[in-house]
Structure formats: structure tokens, C-alpha cells
């Protein structure tokens, strides 16, 4: 815990009742929630980001697309528009967000993704299209109560449970650790691979679920291989690169790296960082380049970067996926 956090203390309680409150408000229906025809399946957290949101929702997807009709609204955070925007063939990634434009780029047209910082409007703009969604995927919703989703999936992260935690300005926690209760599935992400039975079993006595709750457990994979406009390597054969990173926790990336006995410098930006001239200029001295998907989709647009640019793919391993995955088939079928 940094300095300024430990100062920032006294402001815990204050933050912490507001939030409250305002769930509360929620609770007693003070407050209202708008409810929608089709299925709304949120995706979220109780901490401030780095949960692993944009894998599980590539997960939802890649299950879901090829027998519905999927559309994802995210807020578009650090977009330069406004309003509803729905992404079509010249959107780029300044219109709709780093997120929502991997999401757009990756799955094309088998999709629609939508950003709306108001998602009542972003869901009723989604319903009145030609061909309307026929489920939703909210992404990073969970405290954004204006929509009363179906489904929620909380997701809290193996290293940094959301039960250690308390909320901002000294911890990470945008709600008191009590939200969990609003969850359906709580997925425990980047979980090692080794992970015991014995240590599940006491992360879900931790966790305390409730009612019909279900807790799971995630992995995130990595590939072995590298991709750029161009070409397709080994990783292995991706020497003397320098590792670009602007998301909320790149440690689990380059512990991966490290443990594939890799040598490389790694340039670590702040989450969402937005890319200036002057970093470019930087980038362009550096021989080759590997970075995260998310990031190469705000670096890609840059020529100069093109022939040295790669990213690594990542994909959520979810254990006991079975019943995860009829759990979600079973509510869009309610």
C-alpha cells in the first residue's frame, strides 16, 4: 500500500457509505432498475480493473455466437465520440474504445458491439436495428445498476480476492465487499494451473456463496505463438524484443515470458494508456515489439510499428466449464 492510499484512509468510511447507500436505494427499489425482452448477461467485477473482463467476455462470444445473436455494449472508455455508437466496417478505435474495437476486430461481423456510457439508451438503441441482438453481453456493468441484467458473473482475481480487499481510495474496491451477494457465477481468475482441490475448496469457504450461487475457477492460457499483420512466429524464435504493456496488471505476462527463459526490456504504461508521438518515436528504435492484444489494437494504426509489431493470444481456461457453460445456456433459455 503506497503513501498516498495509507493518507487517503479517512476517506474509506465516507466512500464506503455512499456506496452503500446507493446499492441499498437499489435494493428497496428507491431506486429503479430497467428490465429488457432479451436475455442481459453482465460481466464485472467489485475491484477497479485487471480481473480478466475482456477474455471472459471473448469466452461468452466465442460459446454463444454461432447459435444466437450476440451484441456486447461497453461503456467505450476513452473514446474520442459520444452517445451510442454501433461499430460497422470503418469504425476505428478512437470511435468505440481499446475493448470494444479487439472485440469488433476479432469476431467482424458475427457480432455487433455497441459502446453507450448510458446503457438503458445503448440496450434500447440495440433493439430498435433491423436485426436486433438476441442477448446482450454488458461489459464491466456489475455496479451499474440502471440495468436490472438477467445474469451476473463477478469475477475476482486469484492474487487479489476481492475478501482481502476493502473499498477505494485505499483499496481497489469501487463497492463494499457485501456486492458479491448480487453475483450468479463468481469466477476466480488467473488461478495457477496447479491449483489443489484443498486450495479451491477454502477460496470458496472464503468467499461464502450464497443462495444458488456458483463459484469457478479461470486460467489464462497463453499461446505459443505470436501474430503481426504479416507473419505468424514461435515465440521462441521472437529474440531480443522489448515487451509494450498499458493494462491494468502485465505481472502475470511476464512471469509467463520469464519462465520461457525470454530476454527482453519491457516498457510498462499505465492501463488504457494512450500512445503519444513521443512513444511512438520511441518505438520505432526498438528492433521487434510484442505487446497484448488489447494494446496492439492501439498501436497497429502506426506504419512506422507494422513490420515489428506482434501480439501475444490469450485464452480463459475455466474449470468445470461444463457446468458453467449450462448454467449460461440454461438462464438464455429461461
Not at 425482452?37 to 467489485?46: Q, Y
Not at 470511435?95 to 459502446?115: C, L, M, W
Not at 504493456?245 to 505476462?253: C, D, K, S, V, W
Request: charged residues 25%; aromatic residues 10%; hydrophobic residues 40%.
Amino acid at each position: 500500500m503506497n503513501l498516498l492510499r495509507k493518507i487517503l484512509f479517512p476517506i474509506v468510511p465516507i466512500y464506503f457509505l455512499v456506496t452503500w447507500l446507493r446499492n441499498k436505494f437499489y435494493d428497496l427499489g428507491i431506486k429503479t432498475s430497467t428490465s429488457f425482452d432479451v436475455p442481459i448477461i453482465c460481466v464485472g467485477n467489485l475491484s477497479v480493473g485487471g480481473t480478466g473482463k475482456t477474455p471472459m467476455i471473448e469466452y461468452l462470444i466465442t460459446l454463444l455466437k454461432d447459435n444466437h445473436k450476440v451484441a456486447t455494449l461497453s461503456r467505450g472508455y476513452k473514446r474520442k465520440t459520444t452517445g451510442f455508437q454501433l461499430a460497422n466496417k470503418t469504425t476505428s478505435m478512437e470511435d468505440i474504445g481499446d475493448e470494444p474495437y479487439q472485440f469488433h476486430n476479432k469476431f467482424g461481423t458475427s457480432i455487433r458491439v455497441a459502446v453507450d456510457s448510458d446503457r438503458v439508451n445503448g440496450i434500447s438503441q440495440l433493439l430498435k436495428l433491423n436485426e436486433p441482438p438476441e442477448l446482450v453481453l454488458l461489459d464491466d456493468a456489475f455496479q451499474h445498476r440502471k440495468v436490472k441484467a438477467g445474469f451476473n458473473i463477478m469475477l475476482t482475481t486469484y492474487n487479489n480476492p476481492f475478501f482481502k480487499d476493502m473499498v477505494l481510495p485505499t483499496g481497489d474496491l469501487r463497492e463494499p465487499r457485501i456486492g458479491y451477494k448480487r453475483a450468479d457465477i463468481i469466477v476466480v481468475t488467473k488461478c495457477p494451473f496447479n491449483m489443489s482441490d484443498t486450495e479451491k475448496a477454502q477460496f470458496i469457504e472464503r468467499i461464502n456463496p450464497v443462495n444458488k450461487q456458483h463459484v469457478f475457477f479461470s486460467s489464462i492460457s497463453y499461446s505459443n505463438m505470436v501474430l503481426s499483420k504479416a507473419e505468424t512466429l514461435k515465440l521462441d524464435a521472437l529474440e531480443g524484443f522489448t515487451l509494450v504493456t498499458g493494462i491494468a496488471n502485465a505481472e502475470p505476462l511476464v512471469h509467463f515470458l520469464y519462465s520461457k527463459n525470454l530476454k527482453f526490456k519491457h516498457l510498462n504504461f499505465k492501463d488504457h494508456h494512450e500512445f503519444s508521438a513521443e512513444d511512438i518515436s520511441n518505438l520505432e528504435s526498438h528492433k521487434r515489439i510484442l505487446t497484448t492484444e488489447k494494446d496492439y489494437m492501439r498501436l497497429k494504426s502506426h506504419k512506422s510499428l507494422e513490420e515489428k509489431l506482434f501480439y501475444l493470444p490469450i485464452t480463459v481456461k475455466i474449470y468445470d466449464s461444463e457446468l458453467f457453460d449450462s448454467l449460461l445456456q440454461r438462464h438464455i433459455a429461461l
